[in-house]
T-cell receptor
Framework: EAGVVQSPRYKIIEKKQPVAFWCNPI?????LYWYLQNLGQGPELLIR????????DSQLPKDRFSAERLKGVDSTLKIQPAELGDSAVYLC?????????????FGPGTRLLVL | GEDVEQSLFLSVREGDSSVINCTYT??????LYWYKQEPGAGLQLLTY?????DMKQDQRLTVLLNKKDKHLSLRIADTQTGDSAIYFC??????????????FGSGTRLQVQP
């Protein structure tokens, strides 16, 4: 069974440019998460979807970050415009349901470098 | 404190046991997890323990949970060079939104010397 798929794996952009990340969760997983991982830190939750509904986006900087999961499967995370401090790894994870206590499975991440 | 805390670094010799410690924050967390991250990769779930347990063993891995002290540990028996990675502890804490979310420590880098 395929795991969580993310693309691109690496992205280098100049500041003020837009960037988008894509995630395909494990088949059948209703809950999808986007995390930000800074160097030397653990992941921090940005947004969580249950099917197509964003149920927790309290940590998402809404002035420049947006996310969507239109059909309740794939998701995109966008930054516009990117800032130097956005350089990090963006991880996507999925889990079977929405209880919050279920095991999450992570993708390989997209490593973003903003110059 | 507010953070899940882990020591930054652990070095062991191949064949020895490794013990990675973690202090979590929310006594109502129902699950506690250990994830492994190798360079350039995402997080791989190693094991987890339900909060009503005090020990879980899975092959070379042993998880100990002390709820009174909010202390979690991961013991890796017969540590191999392939175990070299960063290990993250996580709890499913209740957030300000009223929903549970995984909160991670900063990770412990395990270095296994041949």
């Amino acid at each position: 069974e395929a795991g969580v798929v993310q693309s691109p794996r690496y992205k280098i952009i100049e500041k003020k440019q837009p960037v988008a990340f894509w995630c395909n969760p494990i088949s059948g997983h209703n809950t999808l998460y986007w995390y930000l991982q800074n160097l030397g830190q653990g992941p921090e939750l940005l947004i969580r979807y249950e099917n197509e509904e964003a149920v927790d986006d309290s940590q998402l900087p809404k002035d420049r970050f947006s996310a969507e999961r239109l059909k309740g499967v794939d998701s995109t995370l966008k930054i516009q415009p990117a800032e130097l401090g956005d350089s990090a790894v963006y991880l996507c994870a999925s889990s079977p349901g929405g209880s919050g206590g279920e095991t999450q499975y992570f993708g390989p991440g997209t490593r973003l470098l903003v110059l | 404190g507010e953070d899940v805390e882990q020591s930054l670094f652990l070095s062991v010799r191949e064949g020895d046991s490794s013990v990675i410690n973690c202090t979590y924050t929310d006594s109502s967390s129902t699950y506690l997890y250990w994830y492994k991250q190798e360079p350039g990769a995402g997080l791989q779930l190693l094991t987890y323990i339900f909060s009503n347990m005090d020990m879980k063993q899975d092959q070379r891995l042993t998880v100990l949970l002390n709820k009174k002290d909010k202390h979690l540990s991961l013991r890796i028996a017969d540590t191999q060079t392939g175990d070299s990675a960063i290990y993250f502890c996580a709890e499913n804490r209740i957030m300000d939104t009223g929903r549970r979310a995984l909160t991670f420590g900063s990770g412990t880098r395990l270095q296994v010397q041949p």
